[in-house]
T-cell receptor, first 114, second 117 residues
Framework: AQKVTQAQTEISVVEKEDVTLDCVYE???????LFWYKQPPSGELVFLIR??????QNEISGRYSWNFQKSTSSFNFTITASQVVDSAVYFC???????????FGKGTRLHILP | GAVVSQHPSRVICKSGTSVKIECRSL??????MFWYRQFPKQSLMLMAT?????????EQGVEKDKFLINHASLTLSTLTVTSAHPEDSSFYIC?????????????FGPGTRLTVL
């Protein structure tokens, strides 16, 4: 069965600090997709990244970076030099090949303090 | 491209009334649309999957008679919450998958916040 665990319920850091959001997933499939979404207070989901199971290269996009490690079934997300605008709830999610469903983790609420 | 809209963005209704929420794909055709519910400070939970022209598939524990889903065209799906009660108050989010897209490509709407008094 699919499962996504975000063990950190809430994190607070001071602006300009780096912060890593953890995500651990479970799946029996060899082909699957992992996602990160940002949900600001407005509620709208903002897509951040999609990674398929065959691509273990780490990715960097500006201040955001993702570390995908199949050996530990983890897909962690790091924000460097955090800013107040990064404050939001971040969801990690998983979808298996051929399955319509996207399974979301419980989310990590990130507070960036000025 | 790939914009999904929802209407209304916010609705307040009295207990016992029915509320219809629309989900539209604005610039692509969506064979499949998904409805999620998110309670305050909780995760998104898939309620149902709707395919154009056929009956929706509901997740376990979701009452199909209470949450009526109609996917009448390739750009519109509607969710009707019938005889709404305060416990139905939630944030409802739809997503759409384009024709010929793989299962991982879903575009999310901005959500509808329902408050039942």
């Amino acid at each position: 069965a699919q499962k996504v665990t975000q063990a950190q319920t809430e994190i607070s850091v001071v602006e300009k600090e780096d912060v890593t959001l953890d995500c651990v997933y479970e799946t029996r499939d060899t082909t699957y997709y992992l996602f990160w979404y940002k949900q600001p207070p407005s509620g709208e989901l903002v897509f951040l990244i999609r990674r398929n199971s065959f691509d273990e290269q780490n990715e960097i996009s500006g201040r955001y970076s993702w570390n995908f490690q199949k050996s530990t079934s983890s897909f962690n997300f790091t924000i460097t030099a955090s800013q107040v605008v990064d404050s939001a709830v971040y969801f990690c999610a998983l979808s298996e090949e051929g399955d319509d469903k996207i399974i979301f983790g419980k989310g990590t609420r990130l507070h960036i303090l000025p | 491209g790939a914009v999904v809209s929802q209407h209304p963005s916010r609705v307040i209704c009295k207990s016992g009334t029915s509320v219809k929420i629309e989900c539209r794909s604005l610039d692509f055709q969506a064979t499949t649309m998904f409805w999620y519910r998110q309670f305050p400070k909780q995760s998104l939970m898939l309620m149902a999957t709707s395919n154009e022209g056929s009956k929706a598939t509901y997740e376990q524990g979701v009452e199909k008679d209470k949450f009526l889903i109609n996917h009448a065209s390739l750009t519109l799906s509607t969710l009707t919450v019938t005889s709404a009660h305060p416990e139905d108050s939630s944030f409802y989010i739809c997503s759409a998958r384009a024709l010929a897209m793989t299962s991982d490509t879903q575009y999310f709407g901005p959500g509808t916040r329902l408050t039942v008094l």
